[in-house]
């Protein structure tokens, strides 16, 4: 009995455990053998920017024998039709580990994050089936921090061993002090370099970086993003006592002119300004603890502050942006706050502030606008491609004949009296006149062939070596294929109106530099996408010039490329034509354009048409954005440049590029003749000999006059070019054009008593040149300035008080001719 009992109890506990596992099976979902145990973590820089692109990162684990291919897709609630996604190949019995290009939507400044939501695709057998972990909805989505403090400041993060645990780092402070003293919030993004792609994009919410250490160039692929961004409009902070110079080399190039002497420790410290002379002698610092020097030679580089005449500080321009150096030690640089701050924000606190010495460094400065958009092709490519309407003749015969015919049935039917059978008339007329009406369409449409055009605006980099392009392309395909679209070579674009509403458009990455469009279902017509791109140039690229008696005379160094309507543009002057002269471009006085003109010629053909009215829009300020040129740079056009992106292959192709060259200005041997054009001697308003204050009627960086109601003095202060310098003048040229009806205007020569005007006007309306030399020329200074005076007054008539009426300088130029002599500029 007992035998059976225990029989019976084992049996029961049997049976209850298969049912149990049975139960189980049969309730939870089999654990998939491909899974991702992260997808679209925080990556790169590990925060983000509105409208700006970043990387997310993602951990695919694969159990299976064999090795899988996956899809990793990413979008925002805000654009949920555009996904951004990679292929990810995951060996067998293996975890990856990698990164996706996003870019984020545009995201209002009161919300701090933004969810970005992820899936696993698997489409190895055609459909699309979504990998999930268990008990996980089909998306997955995280939380993305989203920076609106701009600028955004990033630094490299040293590595663990490089910590003194409390000890204070000054090189970080000096960081936060300038943020804080500048308004912005004290936050810093600390860039792990393992985490970072090689992509120029990835940088893209950064407006500065801070190299306070060498890990910047422990990864040799980043150094050509970063010099990228840094071309773009980024700003380098580079403490030289903290990194090695070596490492600034490889990421600089031919832009570091700057030797190292030795490094030198100080217990005293005197930080020098060079522009500005102190009202009182400055104080002597000291310090128990050393400070670190390192002290260099520069060239070709802004010195502004010296210590024991050694640089202390410089900067230098870099295509779009600068990169500022310091050589002395970041304590030298910040001080406690001699003053009780607000200490309710704690985001904008700090434990330091910086001297005057570094807050009149040029940093944290918002980059300028770029100064091309793509838009401004726009206008450009739908000119040179798109469709045709039918021409008017055959269309008038049609509808003529079909006026005549209508008429004449009318006619025919009141004589018969049977008006009745217009009514299926007309309509069997009007349908007849239709076909072919539309068999003229037809035609029309279908005699431009399928056309893809690419207008770009390429910067070249200082070194010559690398360019950023932007730019726009324009597509039409009369019978609306659906190629592929994407790139082979780096650079980016998104094709606008190019999806229906509910339609979901891919990004595709598939290596590092190769990604395609998926999805995308074009509209008729043309349509078009805007790109950017940053590249190396197969050959340097630099245009070298100097000045001879026949004005100025450059040669670039890739003579394989084609330079047309080329002109030189200087900060607030007008442009200047280039004429081709064999190997060499020369540019003398008499190809100064005038005001509003970017293309020389007097009869000019469609494609420099197409070329003004592009430079027209590029220039213009309507928008209220100011596009100026900061430096001098060689405009140039070409054939479209190829960009390496995978376009539809049409029966045509078109396109042109507007080349920046940067402007590199050689020295003039000494005793050499010269002619310096008028472009090359830029001017400012400066005070008035008797002391009063420079006048607010022009502005140097844009080269505009404002209109007055009022009599004025005005001096200008001419400015020769360094490269001429020291400089024996024996001849100016001064070109005034001014509308002043009523008013007397005197042109003044600086020094003498008592004072003679060298020339008066009354009521000037148009140009004037005046030729200064031997007793008229006024003198020109160590420093290659010469100083010219412009008074405005009303017209004495003898009836009565005199008023002045409305009155605006519209151009003043000033050409200067001499024989450059021996020695330096001092």
Known sequence: MKRRLVFDLVFCCLCAAITAEAGGQGGAEPRSPVRFNQLGAPCGLRQYVSMAWGVVGIDVSNAQDQPVDVLAAFSFSRDPDLQFARRVGVPAHAVRRTWVPVRLPRVPTSRASLPCYGLLIDDRSGPEVVLRPDHEGVQHSVLLRVNHDKPVTGAFLGQEAESDGDDVDFAYEAAIAMRTARGYQRGLVL????????????FDGLDQIVLWNDRFASDVAILSPLRAWLNDGGEL????????????????????????????????????????????????????????????????????????????????????????????????????????????????MADYWPTRQLEALPLLQLPEPPLCEPGVFRDYLSERIGYRIASRGPVSGVLGLFCGALLLAAVGLARRRRLEHLAWIAPGLALAAAVPLAGLGLRSQRAVPATV?????????????????????????????????????????????????????????????????????????????????????PRPLAVHGTFCDAGFVAHWTDSSLALTDAVIAVPGQPYLAVRADGS???????????????????????????????????????????????????????????????????????????????????????????????????????????????????????????????????????????AVLPLRLERARLTLQITAPGCMVEILRAGGAPRQPLRRLSNPIGLTELTLSGETLPPLDAHGRLLVGIAVRPAADGSGPAQVQPWKIERVQMEIAGVVGDGLCP
């Open 237 to 348: 902070w580079i403490m030289l006592d903290r990194v090695d110079v070596a490492g600034v080399e490889r990421l600089l190039g031919d832009v570091f002119t700057c030797q190292l002497v030795d490094r030198v420790a100080l217990h005293e410290v005197l930080i020098e300004d060079v522009d500005k002379i102190p009202l009182e002698p400055p104080a002597m610092e000291s310090y128990e603890q050393p400070l670190d020097l390192v002290r260099v030679l520069v060239s070709g580089m802004r010195v502004t502050h010296t210590v024991e005449g050694w640089p202390a500080a410089f900067w230098r321009p870099v295509g779009r942006g600068r990169v500022v150096f310091t050589t002395l030690e970041a304590r030298a640089w910040i001080g406690r706050p001699m003053a009780q701050r607000p200490r309710w924000d704690p985001n904008r």
């Open 453 to 537: 055009g690419q207008a770009q605006f390429i910067e070249v980099s200082d070194g010559g070596d690398q360019i950023n392009a932007s730019g726009l392309l324009a597509f039409y395909d009369p019978a609306l294929g659906r190629e592929t679209l994407g790139a082979t070579q780096g650079g980016v674009f998104e094709p606008e109106d190019a999806t229906a509403v509910g339609t979901t458009r891919r990004m595709v990455w598939t290596d590092l530099d190769r990604w395609h469009w998926e999805h995308l279902r074009p509209t008729a017509g043309l349509w078009t996408a805007a790109f950017r791109r940053s590249g190396d140039l």
């Open 584 to 722: 060499h471009l020369v540019a003398g006085s008499e190809d100064v354009l005038p005001p509003g003109r970017y293309v020389a010629g007097g009869w000019l053909s469609d494609e420099q048409r197409r070329r003004q009215a592009a430079f027209e829009r590029m220039l213009d300020s309507a928008g209220g954005t100011t596009r100026q040129v900061l430096r001098p740079m060689l405009l140039a056009w070409s054939d479209a440049l190829e960009m390496g992106f995978r376009l539809p292959h049409p029966a045509e192709r078109v396109g042109t590029s507007l080349w920046a060259i940067p402007l590199n200005l050689d020295r003039a041997v000494p005793g050499t003749q010269v002619v310096i054009p008028a472009p090359f001697v830029p001017f400012r308003t400066v005070n008035r000999p008797d002391g009063a204050a420079a006048s607010s009627l022009y502005d140097h960086r844009t080269g505009e006059w404002i209109e007055s109601h009022k009599p004025s003095e005005m001096w200008l202060r001419f400015q020769a070019p360094e």
């Open 191 to 202: 860039i792990r370099d393992r985490d970072l792609p090689p992509l120029r994009e990835v």
